[in-house]
């Protein structure tokens, strides 16, 4: 069975960094590159969002408008480890961090940010950034 643990999550102020970790594990991940792994975030009485996204085995990167040229999601294929390094951090980044994957579909680029398009998550890592 594939897992996925977040870690890394805190609390900063306004201004700051993080750098949030998701390792997997599980039968699956012998072939890692063949999975799309993304952050998504969900704060409360607001929708879970997708954040940012890499298609299979570190290629092409996907970000939501509020987060482009702050965050930046990679990957360590060899410790099968998502991360997702988050800089001048904002009160609105406030939220559960959750890190979730699936098999890449080629239309990948069109979905990354669906909730449904992952079938595995994470348990979440808790973010609050204060003003």
């Known amino acids: 069975q594939v897992q996925l643990v977040e870690s890394g999550g805190a609390s900063v102020q306004a201004g700051g960094s993080l750098r949030l970790s998701c390792a997997a594990s599980?039968?699956?991940?012998?072939?890692?590159?063949?999975?799309?792994m993304a952050w998504f975030r969900q704060a409360p009485g607001k929708e879970r969002e997708g954040v940012a996204a890499?298609?299979?085995?570190?290629?092409?990167?996907y970000y939501a408008d509020s987060v482009k040229d702050r965050f930046t999601v990679s990957q360590d294929a060899a410790k099968k480890t998502l991360y997702l390094q988050m800089n001048s951090l904002k009160p609105e980044d406030t939220a559960m961090y959750y890190c979730a994957t699936s098999r890449c579909r080629l239309d990948y680029g069109e979905h990354w940010d669906d909730r449904y398009e992952y079938n595995i998550w994470g348990q979440g890592t808790q973010v609050t950034v204060s003003s």
């Open positions: 599980g039968n699956p991940y012998r072939t890692y590159s063949n999975y799309c």
């Open positions: 890499v298609y299979a085995g570190g290629g092409t990167t």
